[in-house]
């Protein structure tokens, strides 16, 4: 269903552009206005007139429709509420949920695990401070 949508909505980008670029210029911006030609007729500027807004409106409602089916079926998380056997730090040793304080205690008690020297099992490599 999204990708009909999604096409849906490119096409009228697609004739919404071509619309507005049909449109004559009435302020003479650009210096390119005014002048007999193709289309410039007053009953053919009402018609593109009322075609951009109609695709302007179609356009809005796509965007409005893609933006709430992305987040339809959307679960909040959160990286806070997880319990400790998912949030192990690469050293194994599991992070154990604090009896008081937040997020920083957390953090502060599974920093100072994994910078717990071990013994070590042959020759290491100097590492700078």
């Not at 289309?39 to 075609?51: I, Y």
């Not at 339809?72 to 509420?81: D, F, K, L, T, V």
């Not at 998912?86 to 992070?95: E, L, S, V």
Request: hydrophobic share 40%; charged share 10%; glycine share 14%.
């Amino acid at each position: 269903m999204q990708t009909v949508v999604i096409v849906i909505h490119l096409m009228i980008v697609a004739v919404m552009i071509g619309a507005v670029l049909l449109q004559k210029s009435e302020g003479g911006g650009l210096g390119m206005g005014g002048g007999a030609g193709f289309m410039s007729s007053r009953g053919t500027a009402n018609l593109l007139s009322r075609t951009t807004a109609i695709l302007a409106a179609g356009f809005f409602l796509t965007s409005l429709f893609l933006s709430w089916y992305a987040g339809y079926n959307r679960a909040p998380s959160s990286i806070i509420g997880q319990p400790a056997s998912q949030t192990q730090p690469a050293g194994g040793n599991p992070i154990t949920a604090p009896t008081s304080g937040g997020i920083l205690d957390t953090l502060k008690k599974a920093d100072e695990q994994q910078q717990a020297p071990a013994a070590p099992s042959g020759p290491q490599v100097p590492r700078s401070q």
